[in-house]
C-alpha cells in the first residue's frame, strides 16, 4: 500500500524541492519540512493510551503515544530526513542501516546496521528520500524483521511503481507514505521526474 500525501503545503514544497536550481541548503531545509509532513500522516495509526491530565479548570482525558518508536535512516540520503522526523517525535530512537547501490548492478550494498533493542515490539519508520527500484528498502525491511521488527512503515519524499510493487510484493504488511509517486524509472534507475540523486543534492557532493 503506497499513500501519497497531496496537501498543498507538501506539494508546494515539492515542486521547489524538485527543481534542480534549489541548492544544497534549501534542499536540506525542504526535506526536514517535508518529512515533517509526510511523517505526521504516516504515524496516525499507532498505538495510543489514555492518560487523565490536570488542567487549570479540570480533569482531560487524552491521548499519548503508547509505542517504542525507532526511526531507521537509510544511509546516506535518509539523514536528510531525520531532523524532520525529530522534530515531530523528540524521544524516538534512531538505528540505521548504511546501503548504496552498486552503479553497474543497481543492486543493494549493505555496509552498515545498527538497531536499537526497541525495534522489537516497536514501530519501526525507515526512512528515504527516494525509493526508485525498491531494493535499498527492501534490503532494510529485510534486515529490520531478521532482528524481530514486526511494525514497520516507509516514509519517502518520491517513489515509483517500479519501487511499490517490489515493496508490496515483498513486504505487503509495509505501507509506503510519498509526497510523489513518480511515473517510472529511467535507464540509470532513477526517479522520473524524481529529485535527481537525493544524497548528493542534501549534502553538496554534485559539484
Ligand atoms: C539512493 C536512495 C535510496 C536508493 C534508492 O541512495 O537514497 O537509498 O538510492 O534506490 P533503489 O530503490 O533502487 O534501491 P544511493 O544508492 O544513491 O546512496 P546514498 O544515499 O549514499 O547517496
Excluded at 480533569?59 to 503515544?65: L, R
Excluded at 509505542?67 to 523528540?90: C, N, Q, Y
Excluded at 509495509?174 to 524524481?194: F, M, Q, T
Amino acid at each position: 500500500m503506497a499513500e501519497l500525501i497531496d496537501h498543498p503545503c507538501v506539494q508546494h514544497k515539492l515542486a521547489i524541492i524538485r527543481d534542480v536550481n534549489t541548492g544544497h541548503k534549501r534542499f536540506r531545509e525542504l526535506a526536514t519540512e517535508i518529512t515533517k509532513f509526510i511523517c505526521y500522516e504516516a504515524l496516525k495509526n499507532i498505538k495510543t493510551k489514555e492518560v487523565t491530565v490536570q488542567t487549570p479548570v479540570a480533569e482531560a482525558t487524552c491521548q499519548k503515544i503508547d509505542t517504542d518508536l525507532v526511526v531507521v535512516p537509510i544511509l546516506r540520503a535518509g539523514i536528510g530526513m531525520l531532523e524532520g522526523i525529530l522534530e515531530l517525535v523528540p524521544t524516538a530512537r534512531v538505528g540505521f542501516v548504511g546501503l548504496y547501490r552498486d552503479e553497474e548492478t543497481k543492486q543493494p550494498v549493505t555496509y552498515y546496521e545498527r538497531f536499537p533493542p526497541q525495534i522489537k515490539g516497536g514501530t519501526c519508520i525507515i526512512i528515504d528520500p527516494m525509493i526508485a527500484t525498491g531494493g535499498s528498502t527492501v534490503a532494510a525491511i529485510d534486515k529490520l524483521k531478521k532482528n524481530g521488527a514486526g511494525n514497520i512503515v516507509v516514509v519517502c519524499i518520491v517513489t515509483c511503481p517500479e519501487g511499490i510493487e517490489l515493496v508490496e510484493t515483498e513486504h505487503p504488511d509495509v505501507p509506503i507514505y510519498a509526497a510523489a509517486i513518480d511515473k517510472k524509472l529511467n535507464e540509470k534507475k532513477y526517479s522520473v521526474p524524481g529529485v535527481g540523486d537525493a544524497g548528493d543534492r542534501l549534502f553538496g557532493t554534485s559539484h
